[in-house]
């Protein structure tokens, strides 16, 4: 399940190897970022047509992954599988979260002004680069 689809997948679909050199030339390395190129931006890369733009981004379409669009409730499941609970160093507030904070996901923290969520994240933030 590769939600990064390297920019050399396209050739499969006709696209020549120089032009794809030409994409990361200019820093488009992957499936994704050419994808979110406008074809105006694309048309400034020298060599590139109103003609190519158009087949470059035919190809890209065909390789985008399923993660863009919708899934299925069976492969949601997959994925919440690999879900983690990183813990905040502090055992209440890790019983309030359920664990901890939930990998594959966005958290909000809020508060008072002046509360410690700067010293709340990098303990949070340690702890998961220590649990790996």
């Known amino acids: 399940e590769a939600f990064i689809v390297d920019i ?7 696209i020549g190897a120089a032009d794809i050199t030409k994409l990361k030339a200019n820093g488009y390395c992957t ?11 694309l048309l400034k890369i020298k ?12 190809a890209v379409a065909k390789c985008l992954p399923v993660a863009t669009g919708f899934i299925t409730a069976k492969e949601l499941g997959h994925q919440r599988r690999r879900v983690v609970r990183i813990s905040t160093g502090s055992k209440q507030l890790d019983a309030i979260l359920g664990g901890g904070f939930q990998s594959m996901s966005i958290s909000e923290v809020f508060g008072e002004f002046r509360e410690s969520f700067v010293l709340l994240f990098v303990m949070a933030v340690e702890k998961g680069r220590i649990a790996g």
């Open 47 to 58: 060599g590139f047509s109103e003609v190519k733009v158009e087949k470059v981004k035919e």
């Open 8 to 14: 050399d997948s396209i050739q499969a679909h006709g």
């Open 31 to 41: 499936v994704a970022s050419v994808h979110a190129a406008t074809r105006r931006t």
